[in-house]
């Protein structure tokens, strides 16, 4: 007589072929996680993590401040609100949706993604989803390109670094990079538009060259312009 085959976890069996393209590339990418390159990376890119990126926010705006470099302040303020914003939405989303982590499933051959409202899981195993270091990351490079062009291309081969090697790390999946980049290029953008509908209205008309300094008899205005020409 032969045996009864088993039925696969009911969570598995209702796992979307997205599900199963992330869980078949976590577990080939996580045989690699005692690497010492992986490890090395791994251990670096902690630098996303939200206090270390706050530190070095504040730490941009504070040597800004020292040098008197408004252009370096304004990128320190910058990256200091990309990451606050990006912290917000990804604990947003993360108290509401429930996903486990590669290291669980790989260690105790349990998976579960599901929306559990405000009921979801604070436990680290639990909340793969998003990589909140991808979307500080690349939030935080994005506000450094737009202070710094030039510093464009290296910002962002270090936030690609951080988002990839959390896959091989296995504390995410590929989705969970995916999400977490897409918080970050919003959170970064959602700051630049304030900025850009404030900025104006805080700068107002106060460079040297748009206004007559008071009380100077002749200055650079149309005003005075027109007053020698009749005179």
Same mark, same amino acid.
Do not use: C
């Given at each position: 007589m032969?045996?009864r085959k088993?039925k696969?976890p009911k969570?598995a069996?209702q796992?979307s $072929?997205?599900?199963h393209?992330?869980?078949?590339?976590a577990?080939? $990418? *996580?045989?690699y996680?005692?690497? %010492?390159? !992986?490890? &090395?990376l791994?251990?670096a890119?902690?630098?996303?993590?939200?206090?270390?990126?706050i530190a070095t926010? &504040?730490a941009t705006t504070a040597?800004g401040l &020292?040098a008197k470099?408004?252009?370096l !302040?304004?990128? *320190?303020?910058r990256?200091?609100?990309?990451e606050? !914003?990006?912290?917000?939405?990804k604990?947003? !989303?993360?108290r509401?949706i429930?996903?486990t982590?590669p290291?669980k499933? &790989?260690k105790?051959?349990?998976y579960?993604?599901k929306?559990?409202?405000?009921? $979801?899981?604070?436990a680290?195993?639990w909340s793969?989803? %998003?990589?909140g270091?991808?979307a500080g990351a690349v939030?935080?490079?994005r506000?450094? #390109?737009h202070g710094?062009?030039?510093?464009a291309?290296p910002?962002?081969? #270090?936030? *690609?670094?951080?988002?990839?090697?959390?896959?091989?790390r296995?504390?995410?999946?590929?989705?969970?990079v995916v999400?977490? #980049?897409?918080i970050?290029?919003l959170?970064?953008w959602?700051?630049?538009a304030a900025m850009r509908?404030?900025a104006?209205a805080?700068?107002?008309?106060a460079h %040297?060259l748009?206004?007559?300094?008071p009380?100077?008899?002749?200055?650079?205005?149309?005003?005075?312009?027109?007053?020698?020409a009749?005179g």
């Amino acid at each position: 007589m032969s045996k009864r085959k088993k039925k696969p976890p009911k969570s598995a069996r209702q796992a979307s $072929a997205v599900e199963h393209a992330d869980a078949a590339i976590a577990t080939r $990418a *996580g045989h690699y996680h005692r690497n %010492p390159v !992986v490890r &090395l990376l791994g251990g670096a890119s902690e630098i996303a993590d939200q206090p270390p990126l706050i530190a070095t926010s &504040l730490a941009t705006t504070a040597a800004g401040l &020292l040098a008197k470099r408004p252009e370096l !302040v304004g990128t *320190g303020l910058r990256m200091l609100a990309s990451e606050l !914003v990006a912290t917000g939405l990804k604990h947003i !989303v993360k108290r509401r949706i429930d996903r486990t982590r590669p290291y669980k499933m &790989l260690k105790d051959g349990r998976y579960k993604l599901k929306h559990a409202g405000s009921g $979801a899981s604070r436990a680290s195993p639990w909340s793969s989803f %998003p990589s909140g270091h991808t979307a500080g990351a690349v939030a935080t490079a994005r506000a450094i #390109a737009h202070g710094y062009p030039q510093l464009a291309l290296p910002a962002g081969i #270090a936030a *690609g670094a951080i988002a990839l090697i959390q896959v091989p790390r296995r504390t995410h999946f590929p989705t969970d990079v995916v999400a977490g #980049a897409a918080i970050g290029f919003l959170s970064e953008w959602l700051v630049d538009a304030a900025m850009r509908r404030f900025a104006p209205a805080s700068a107002g008309s106060a460079h %040297p060259l748009e206004r007559d300094p008071p009380g100077m008899g002749i200055g650079l205005g149309q005003p005075h312009l027109e007053r020698i020409a009749r005179g």
